[in-house]
């Protein structure tokens, strides 16, 4: 079966750096996708990464292993308006989105 | 403004009545898509269109219907709605099915079965 794994819960404090880890094992690989979805509202696309390696996007970098299955999303200098679910996704084999169930991040002052 | 519309933003329905939710995208976009989430689930893909005319199940397609007449318009039909089908229903598109493009979100319609 195809299976994306995600911490479901992380805690951080404003102005410093967390890391959001994503395993998968899926049919086939076509990509890797970040999401940002705040409470009550759509996701919002973040990041995408098909080559291992660091993308860096201002605050926000991804990073991806294939061998390794694994991915990190990285937030640094943290704002409270980050407070939201980071949702991390594949692309597998048939070019769909397998979706992780998401990481809630609270980030407290 | 450019973007991808729901309707209605929220529903509560009685069990067995059958329900359209309707979904507009104004970006010209080929692939839709309506996924449901539900809470400490991913999103789960309901049923898909790489271009207008043709339709294809996803994860979930059991209980609902699709249609793609044209490019704009992706409504999603449940016959005979079951509790079970009670949910956050997303509807999403992107310029090409098969290439690096990223998914862009719909407001989402929250639906109650009872």
């Known amino acids: 079966g195809q299976n994306i794994d995600q911490p479901t819960e992380m805690t951080a404090t404003e102005g410093a750096i967390v890391q959001i880890n994503c395993t998968y094992q899926?049919?086939?690989?076509?990509?890797l996708f970040w999401y940002q979805q705040h409470a009550g509202e759509a996701p919002t696309f973040l990041s995408y990464?098909?080559l291992d390696g660091l993308e860096e996007k201002g605050r926000f970098s991804s990073f991806l292993s294939r061998s390794k299955g694994y991915s990190y999303l990285l937030l640094k200098e943290l704002q409270m308006k980050d407070s939201a679910s980071y949702l991390c996704a594949v692309r597998d084999s048939n070019y769909q989105l397998i979706w992780g169930a998401g990481t809630k991040l609270i980030i407290k002052p | 403004i450019a973007g991808i519309t729901q309707a209605p933003t929220s529903q509560i329905l009685a069990a067995g009545r059958r329900m359209t939710l309707r979904c507009t995208q104004d970006m010209r976009h080929n692939a839709m898509y309506w996924y449901r989430q539900d809470l400490g689930l991913g999103l789960r893909l309901i049923h898909y269109s790489n271009t207008a005319g043709t339709t294809g199940k996803g994860e979930v397609p059991d209980g609902y219907s699709v249609s793609r007449a044209n490019t704009d318009d992706f409504p999603l039909t449940l016959a005979s709605a079951v509790p079970s089908q009670t949910s956050v229903y997303f509807c999403a598109s992107s310029e090409l099915a098969g290439d690096y493009n990223e998914q862009f979100f719909g407001p989402g319609t929250r639906l109650t079965v009872l």
């Open positions: 899926t049919s086939g690989f076509n990509g």
């Open positions: 990464n098909v």
